[in-house]
């Protein structure tokens, strides 16, 4: 029987996962390359018998790109969710880490995109498991299950000036806050995207340095769907 390495990872992916992940595929395609460069060698033996080589530097080159190149990526369309200026949400100062969360999903709420009762379930989460949300440094993706009051697929972001404590393991203060409600397996889909962004210091950067909620909403909406 062949014994196959599981990779476990959380359902909403978190700063580790991204990085097992990483290593798991970095590894395979160095050995992928090696492979190829194998295989180069073997190539190389059969022109040279069969053939008059009259540029070997750029035979060896072509070969070696063609046999290391990897293949293009497949382009997958990420579906739209309710996402849009008014779903912006910035503050100078908050005294709890409950406010914060409240005060993207009231946005949410406001637009029918949520039942109250979400609100409450990804605060008595957090209460339960701790601050597991925070999935980088000053970082919180809140979100609950779809059967906690989901309405409608759609996104909040909450940006804070003065940053406030989760309690949590990277011990900074946590200034940017999306706000996900989640419903179809399409737009959960964006989660992976969402981590791509978060990982990204740049892109976080220029969210958080935004000046306005149009501004905001473009960086981030761009930086999803790019």
Request: aromatic share 8%; net charge neutral.
């Given at each position: 029987?062949?014994s196959?390495?599981?990779i476990?990872?959380?359902?909403?992916?978190?700063?580790?996962?991204?990085?097992?992940?990483?290593?798991?595929?970095?590894?395979?395609?160095?050995?992928?390359r090696?492979?190829?460069?194998?295989?180069?060698s073997?190539?190389?033996?059969i022109i040279?018998?069969?053939t008059?080589?009259?540029?070997?530097?750029k035979?060896?080159?072509?070969?070696?790109?063609?046999?290391?190149?990897?293949?293009?990526?497949?382009?997958?369309?990420?579906p739209?969710?309710?996402?849009?200026?008014?779903?912006?949400?910035?503050?100078?100062?908050?005294?709890?880490?409950?406010?914060?969360?409240?005060?993207?999903?009231?946005?949410?709420?406001?637009?029918?995109c949520?039942?109250?009762?979400?609100?409450?379930?990804?605060?008595?989460?957090?209460?339960?498991?701790?601050p597991?949300?925070?999935?980088?440094?000053?970082?919180?993706?809140a979100?609950?299950?779809?059967?906690?009051?989901?309405?409608?697929?759609?996104m909040?972001?909450?940006?804070?000036?003065?940053?406030?404590s989760?309690?949590?393991?990277?011990?900074?203060?946590?200034?940017?806050?999306f706000?996900?409600?989640?419903?179809?397996?399409?737009?959960?889909?964006?989660?992976?995207?969402?981590m791509?962004?978060?990982?990204?210091?740049?892109?976080?950067?220029?969210?958080?340095?935004?000046?306005?909620?149009?501004?905001?909403?473009n960086y981030?909406?761009?930086?999803?769907?790019?």
């Open positions: 029987m062949t196959k390495k599981i476990r990872i959380h359902s909403y992916l978190q700063k580790e996962d991204m990085q097992v992940l990483q290593e798991h595929f970095q590894m395979k395609l160095v050995t992928n090696k492979q190829a460069i194998d295989k180069f073997e190539i190389m033996n040279s018998e069969n008059q080589i009259t540029n070997l530097s035979l060896e080159l072509d070969l070696l790109d063609v046999l290391t190149k990897q293949p293009k990526k497949e382009h997958i369309e990420l739209e969710i309710e996402f849009k200026e008014q779903l912006i949400v910035t503050k100078k100062h908050v005294n709890t880490w409950q406010q914060a969360i409240r005060l993207g999903t009231e946005v949410l709420f406001q637009t029918g949520i039942e109250k009762r979400y609100t409450e379930k990804i605060i008595q989460n957090l209460k339960a498991f701790g597991y949300m925070v999935i980088a440094p000053g970082i919180v993706l979100h609950a299950s779809p059967k906690d009051g989901v309405l409608k697929d759609s909040a972001v909450t940006v804070l000036e003065e940053g406030i989760f309690f949590d393991r990277y011990g900074e203060p946590v200034r940017l806050i706000t996900l409600a989640f419903e179809s397996k399409e737009a959960r889909r964006l989660v992976e995207q969402l791509k962004v978060v990982l990204n210091e740049e892109q976080v950067s220029r969210i958080l340095s935004a000046k306005s909620h149009k501004d905001i909403y981030t909406k761009s930086a999803i769907y790019e």
